[in-house]
Structure formats: C-alpha cells, structure tokens
C-alpha cells in the first residue's frame, strides 16, 4: 500500500510538471520596450505595440514594416459599400502617392485591397481585388509606371475595426499602400 501511494504521488508529480511546461510554452512572445519580442524572427517586431509598462500600449515611432512592406507612408483611401470606384475625396490622397512614386524612381508601390466583412469570402477578395487595381489604374493615369505597382487582395481577412457596424465596414472598405523595401 505505501509502494502504491509513493507512485501515485510521483505520477502527479510528473502531471503536474509536464501541464506547466507546456502552459509555459505555450505563452506568446514578451514584447520589449523597443518593440522587440523574445522571438527571433525579424518580421515579428516591425509591428508590434510597445509594452511600456504602466504609460499603456503606445505605438513606436518608426515605420511599420512587415514582410518587405513599409507600412505607414501614404493615407489610405476607402470605398463605398459593394464599390471599387475611387472617390473624389481620395483623389488627393493617390495624386500625393503618384508624385511622391515620381520624384523616387527606384520606388515600388504595393496596393492591398480589403472589405468589410459582409458577404462571401471569395466574393471579398475579388472586391478587394478589383478596388486595388482601381487605385492602380489611377495612379499609372498620374504618370506612374505599371510595373512599380503590385496588387493583393486581403478580402475581409485584415480589418482595420474588428466591429460589426457600419462605422467598422467603413473603416475596413480601403486601400492600403505599402513601399516594397
């Protein structure tokens, strides 16, 4: 009897150690106040919020970088429901992205097309196809040349509001326009 009891605490022993370790695993990456995580993969840092302590989350004050991206230098634009033409209030926002292409040559555009989250997957993401060639089109019409612009579709696969409202589907009907580094 006492054999029995002695295993059976070791077994709970061994239960218990081996649930922590992975509880412990399993926790995300630690954010740094430079933004950095404990996690060595480069991508990972470019856009995270800072942990400061007791200030709250505050964003970092260098560009938004993620997958070759830079993220951050040009407004987006944004669309009515179900639409892929681009607004009269958007114009000056591509005319400032088209001169700015101009006076950089070297400097390739990439313009992400997103939804809100009403309707289909697939009919989002080719919605969201169609608004990013959209402000493509315009832009080569500005001067730019073709083949410094690249498209993608996120659909409604990276919002902007996580609501569901129409103030959220407004803010995630855009266009977001990266610098390939």
Known sequence: MIFDMKFFSW???????????????????????????????????????????????????????????????FEDIHFDYDSAVVRSADRPVLENIAKEAKEKPGMKIRIEGNCDERGTLEYNRALGQRRALSAREYL??????????????????????????????????????????
Not at 33 to 38: E, W
Not at 148 to 169: C, I, K, M, Q, Y
Request: proline share 5%.
């Open 11 to 73: 077994r709970r022993i061994a239960i218990v150690t081996f649930l922590s370790m992975i509880v412990v695993g399993c926790q995300q990456p630690t954010k740094t106040r430079t933004g950095a995580s404990d996690t060595n993969d480069p991508n990972d840092m470019a856009n995270d919020v800072v942990d400061s302590g007791d200030m709250g989350g505050v964003e970092k004050d260098r560009p938004d970088i993620r997958d070759g991206i830079e993220y951050g230098l």
């Open 140 to 181: 080569v019409k500005l001067g730019v040349a073709a083949d410094r612009l690249s498209t993608v579709s996120f659909g409604e696969e990276r919002p902007e509001d996580p609501g569901h409202n129409d103030a959220a589907w407004a803010k995630n009907r855009r266009d977001v326009f990266g610098v390939v580094k």
